[in-house]
């Protein structure tokens, strides 16, 4: 049956009433940084999107208008900390050469950052106990961040290289800031950049296909 001129629309779920619509156009931000303080304070299986709501001092309604579900909201969590759309076109550069380097220091230079840190702490530790965070950071990590990059490389197996790069650089997060492994832990950053940004580039770039 068709809705009368005089009836007025129904609302889609989780629009927010008139009062939330004007909490300011940085509401959707407040939001943003509510959530990265929840996941980093409390974890990813505690966190809620009513909890986000009253950290970031608005409605649940209006967290789930700008991101629907709490796996949502977590992957734009992480997203905030890493920009991968505003960083892709820096690491990829004009040519190949140095890419290794460059996606080395990006990735080395979020996690040294004190601000990014701590919400991605909680990221790795709430993926290594929930397969839905899991899943949240397998998807960034390899479709948003390294599947970008992949897709830009005239190489075989593109996405296989993108995923070993990814096992490399996750593997590496974990021992230095996860588990806090020495002497992996007090190195400066540098020597692991240096260290590691060859065996990004012959995964990223070397055109011998895999396993030859």
Do not use: C
Request: aromatic letters at 6%; a neutral charge; zero cysteines.
């Amino acid at each position: 049956m068709s809705v009368g001129a005089g009836s007025p629309a129904p609302r889609r779920r989780g629009r927010p009433s008139r009062t939330d619509a004007t909490t300011g156009p940085d509401a959707r931000t407040r939001i943003l940084e509510a959530a990265r303080t929840d996941f980093a304070e409390r974890g990813y299986d505690k966190t809620s999107i009513r909890g986000i709501a009253k950290t970031a001092g608005v409605d649940a309604a209006l967290v789930h208008h700008y991101f629907g579900t709490k796996d949502e909201v977590f992957a734009a969590a992480i997203e905030l900390s890493f920009e991968p759309a505003l960083v892709i076109p820096d690491i990829l550069g004009s040519s190949t050469e140095g890419l290794g380097e460059r996606l080395a220091g990006y990735f080395i230079g979020v996690w040294e950052n004190p601000v990014s840190r701590a919400p991605l702490l909680a990221v790795m530790r709430s993926a290594m106990t929930h397969e839905a965070a899991a899943k949240v950071l397998r998807v960034f990590v390899l479709r948003r961040l390294l599947g970008r990059i992949a897709d830009q490389l005239d190489v075989p197996d593109a996405t296989f290289r993108a995923e070993l790069a990814a096992s490399h650089m996750v593997g590496i997060a974990v021992l230095r800031y996860v588990i806090q492994a020495e002497p992996l832990a007090s190195a400066p950053p540098e020597k692991i950049i240096a260290m590691v940004a060859p065996t990004l580039q012959r995964y990223l770039t070397d055109p011998s296909p895999s396993g030859d």
